[in-house]
């Protein structure tokens, strides 16, 4: 495990926007054996079913949120030989091109930290308890899971049954 684990929070739920930068080096710091590091950022889109997005309001529950993330984190640890992770999702009002989520895993050399990257990224749009409203031209909508999004959970051994076939 990382050296920074006691210093750094692996989970944090916000409304504050984040700093690539300074999130990459709080995750390195103090780690040597840190070869790799992968991060994976998300924004608001403009567009989002072919309409017009002009805000997004994200929910969770608080306590219950950040401990499935930590949960997920602990298996990326257990499957994955990585040294250190960190995911910061975004709640609140966000504008289009906000960001919403960082993901950032370091390891000895790059194909863990990819994979470990994409695992948890898989995991928060399939298992994650957030809830998003998209304001449209139309209206507010909820956005619905994807049949695709539990797709790519499967590629890991995980059943995910969020979404409706179409």
Same mark, same amino acid.
């Given at each position: 495990?990382?050296?920074?684990?006691?210093?750094?929070?692996? #989970?944090?739920?916000?409304?504050?926007?984040?700093? !690539? $930068? =300074?999130? &990459?080096?709080?995750?390195?710091? *103090? /780690?040597?054996? #840190? $070869?790799?590091?992968?991060?994976?950022?998300?924004?608001?889109?403009?567009?989002?079913?072919?309409?017009? &997005?002009?805000?997004?309001?994200?929910?969770?529950?608080?306590?219950?949120?950040?401990?499935?993330?930590?949960?997920?984190?602990?298996?990326?640890?257990?499957?994955? %030989?990585?040294?250190?992770?960190?995911?910061?999702?975004?709640? *609140?009002? !966000?504008?289009?091109? /906000?960001?919403?989520?960082?993901?950032?895993?370091?390891?000895?050399?790059? *194909?863990?930290?990819?994979? =470990?990257?994409?695992?948890?990224?898989?995991?928060? @749009?399939?298992?994650?308890?957030?809830? @998003? @409203?998209?304001?449209?031209?139309?209206?507010?909508?909820? #956005? %619905? =899971?994807? #049949?695709?999004? %539990?797709?790519?959970?499967?590629?890991? *051994?995980?059943?995910? $049954?969020?979404?409706?076939?179409?």
């Amino acid at each position: 495990m990382a050296s920074n684990s006691s210093t750094t929070p692996r #989970v944090l739920i916000q409304t504050e926007d984040f700093d !690539l $930068g =300074a999130e &990459v080096q709080r995750l390195r710091e *103090g /780690d040597p054996g #840190v $070869g790799a590091v992968v991060s994976f950022v998300g924004t608001v889109r403009e567009v989002s079913d072919g309409a017009g &997005v002009s805000l997004m309001e994200l929910e969770h529950y608080p306590g219950m949120t950040e401990n499935s993330i930590e949960a997920m984190v602990d298996e990326a640890f257990r499957r994955f %030989d990585i040294r250190a992770a960190r995911v910061i999702h975004r709640v *609140g009002a !966000l504008q289009p091109l /906000d960001q919403i989520v960082f993901v950032a895993v370091t390891s000895a050399h790059r *194909g863990q930290a990819f994979q =470990a990257c994409e695992f948890l990224m898989d995991y928060l @749009k399939t298992q994650a308890p957030f809830w @998003k @409203k998209e304001h449209t031209p139309a209206g507010a909508r909820w #956005v %619905d =899971a994807r #049949v695709s999004d %539990d797709q790519a959970l499967a590629r890991w *051994g995980i059943s995910a $049954g969020n979404a409706a076939a179409a």
